[in-house]
C-alpha cells in the first residue's frame, strides 16, 4: 500500500521526515518496505500561461505559442492537440532537465525560434501515457516552480500491511497509529453536513443480513461526468498507486485510500427496481467490470435487481451498470460486509480488488455513514447534482460488536520485563481509540470498532509495548527455575537421526510444503495431491506429498551449477489425502547423485547405486536399536526403477521407500545419470524399544555355513525370516557372505550363501546338535521357499 506524506500530514501533526517515519512506523510493527519521491527528478520547470496562439507557417501541426512565465514572453512551438489560449501549463525552459536526463535548449522548429517546451504529464514522469499538455488549474500561480506548486518533492511510503491490520490500510487508519505514536491529536478533515435535495431515498432491500449487516445508498442526480478530475486529487491518488478514471469513480477511490471504506457507483438509469443484496443462483452469470464473464458458486454474495446480477458484492461491479463520462444519475452503495462472507470469493475467480482485500480484513462497521457523506460531498463539490436521502438497511445484531478485556498489571510485568506506569499503560492505549476503565487488577479496555484483532490480553500487551516501544524495554536476566522436559526413551532424538546423515556426507536443504503439480504428478501420477486455492506460483500450486519433488529440484538446480556430485537430506511434513482427509506425516528424505566419493586420486569415479544408499538408509535404521527388525521388500512405486528400489516395512507396515529414479523420469529430468532416492517414516522408524537387560552366554559359539539355490524372485527377508524359526532360539547371527547368478546355476534361481552362528546359554554345543539344527533350516527351507542345498 502507497500513503504520500503530505496526505497523512492532512490528518495529523508530526515534524518527522519521511525516513524517520519510516522508522517509527516500521518499529512499531507497520513494515516500511520502502519510500519513493512523489515525482522522478527534473528542474527548470515552471507554471505558465499560453497568452496567444498562432498557426506555424511550415507545418499544419505544430503552433507558435507565446506564454507568459512571470518574466518577458517566451515564444514556444508546440504540437500538443489542446494547446490554447489562456490555458495554463508547465514550462520546461532552456537549461532545464526533464526525466531521463533530457536537456532543454532553445531551438529552432521548420525555421521558428523556440525557447523551451512546453510539458505533459508523461513527459514530468507523472503518467505512464499521456495525449496532450498537462493542463493545471486556472489558480496556479505563473512563475512558480513545478515541484513546488505540485509538492513533488512529497515522499510516498510504500507499506506492507498484515492480515490482521485491515484498519490500517488507509490514510486514516496509518494517521491513527502516528497520532498514537506523536502523542499528536488526529485531524479529520472537516465533514460537510449535506442535506438532501429530495427526501425519497434510493431502495434497497437486504435478504442475506448476516452476510451485509450493514447497507447504505444514496441516489445523485443531474451531476455531470464529462469534467476532468481537479489535478490535487488526480495527484494524490497516482501517488498511491491508482489513476485517474473519471470524476464519479475517483471519488469513490479517493474515500477508498482516505477512510479505507469501500464503495461502489452504479449508473442509476440502468439500475431495474431496488438494488438487493443476496447470495448467487444456481447458473447465474455476471460480466464484470474486466469483461469477463463467470459463472456464480451459490456462496457468492451479489449485488442485484429486478433484472439479474449487477456486481459481486465487496468485489467488483459488473459491466452493464458501470460508470461511464455521460452517466448523469449515479446511484451510491456503501457496506459493512462480513469478511467471512467475501474471503475466497474473488480468489477463486482470479480476482484481487482494493475493495475485497480490505473487506476480507474488515472495515470499521461504524465508518459507511462517514464515507457515504464524504463522497456526497466531494461530487456535489466536483459534478454538481441533486442528492438523495441515504436509505439504510441494517441488522444490528450481526454487525460485531466488541468486548472489554481485562489486562493486568501484573500480567503486563511480567510478560515484558518492563516497569511501564500506570498513566503511560492508560495513555497508549486511549491513543489508540479504546476505552479504558480502571480495575483492581488493572484495566478493563474496549478496543474499538474497527480494531478487529483485539481480543485477548495479550492483543492489548503487544498495544502497549508498540506505543510505548520495545526500545524502552531493557533486556534483563530472567531468574526462573530451570525444569527439564521429560523425554521418553522409547523415541530416538531427531537430532541423532540428521546428524548421522550429515556425518555421511548430506546436507540439509529446506524447500516450500507447496511443489509443482506436474513434477509430483510424474513421480506419484496415482496420487491425489492438495491444490492450493491461491497458489503463489503455477510451479507452486499443490502440496507435498512426498519430500522428492522438492529434493529433485534443488538437486537440478545444483546440477546446473557445476555440481557434479549432490547429496541432500530434508526434513519436513507431507500431506496425503485418505478418505476425504488430510494426513500430515512427518519424514525424512534425501538424493544421492554423482559419484560414490568425492574425486580423489585413490577411487574412481564410478556412480553411486542402490546398495550405497541402502547403506545410508541402514544406518538411520540401526537408530532404534539393534532388536529392531525390519523387513525389506521391492517397492511397488512407478517412479522408481523396478529391480533397484525397495521399500521397508516394520511390523507389517510400510515405514519407508529407497531406490534408483526410474530411467524414463531420468531422461524427461535431464539428468546426465542414475539418481537415488530415499524416503523414512520418522515417527514411525524412531519407535524404539527400552534396552532389556540379558546375560552373555559363558560358552563358546558354533558356525555353520549352509548353500542354498533359491527362486530367483524369493526375497533375502524371506529367506533369513525362515532361518530364524526354524533355528529357534540358539541361532545368535545370521550372515550373508555369498550371492551368485551364472554358470552352474540354473537361469530361473540364484545361489545364496549363509553363515549361521549357534550359542546356548546353559552349555557348549556338541556337533550333532548344531548339525541337528541346520537340518532342520534345510528341511524348512526346501518346504517352504522349494530351496536346494548345494554341496
Known sequence: MKLPVSWLKEWVDFSWDAPELARRLTASGFEVEGTEPAAPPFSGVVVAEIASIAAHPEADKLRICQVNAGGAPLQIVCGAANARAGIKVPLAQVGAVLPGDLKIKAARLRGVESAGMLCSARELGLAATSSGLLELPSDAPVGVSMRDYLTLDDAVLELKVYANRGDSMSVLGVAREIAALSGSALKAPAAANIDPSTSSAAAAVVQAPDASPRFLTRRIAGLNNRGATPLWMQERLRRAGLRSINPVVDVTNYVLIELGQPMHAYDAQRIQGALTVRMARAGEKLQLLDERIV???????????????????GIMGGQGTSITADVTDVLLEVAFFAPDAIAGRGRRYGIQTDASQRFERGVDPQGQAAAMQRATALLLTLCGGEASAVAEVANAAALPARSPVLLRRQRLAMLTGADIADVRVQQSLMQLGMLVAADPQGWMVTPPSWRFDISIEADLIEEVLRIVGFDAVQESPKRLPQRFARRSEAVIDERALLDALTARGYQEAINYAFVDPALQGSLFPAQQALRLANPIAADLAVMRVSLWPGLLKVAMENL????????????????LQQGGTVRELLRVGGIAFGPRVPEQWAAGREPVDFFDLKADFTALLALAGAGVQFEWQPASLSCLHPGRSASVLRDGQEIGWLGELHPSLVAS?????????????????????????????????VRRDLSITVPAETPLSAILSRVSVAAGS?????????????????????????????????????????????ASVAADLSAQLAAKIRN
Open 669 to 701: 529430468l535431464g539428468l546426465a545419470g542414475p539418481c537415488m532416492l530415499f524416503e523414512l517414516d520418522i515417527t514411525q522408524a524412531l519407535q524404539a524399544p527400552l534396552p532389556q537387560l540379558a546375560a552373555i552366554s559363558r560358552f563358546p559359539q
Open 560 to 575: 546446473s551449477r557445476q555440481q557434479d556430485r549432490v547429496r541432500l537430506f530434508e526434513r519436513g511434513t507431507v500431506f
Open 730 to 774: 540358539q541361532l545368535r547371527d545370521l550372515r550373508v557372505f555369498d550371492l551368485y547368478q551364472g554358470a552352474g546355476i540354473e537361469t530361473t534361481r540364484k545361489s545364496i550363501a549363509l553363515g549361521l552362528i549357534f550359542q546356548d546359554n546353559n552349555k557348549t554345543l556338541k556337533d550333532d546338535e548344531a548339525d541337528a539344527l541346520m
Open 295 to 313: 459463472e456464480l458458486a451459490p456462496d457468492v454474495l451479489l449485488i442485484a435487481d429486478d433484472s439479474g446480477p449487477v456486481g459481486m458484492a
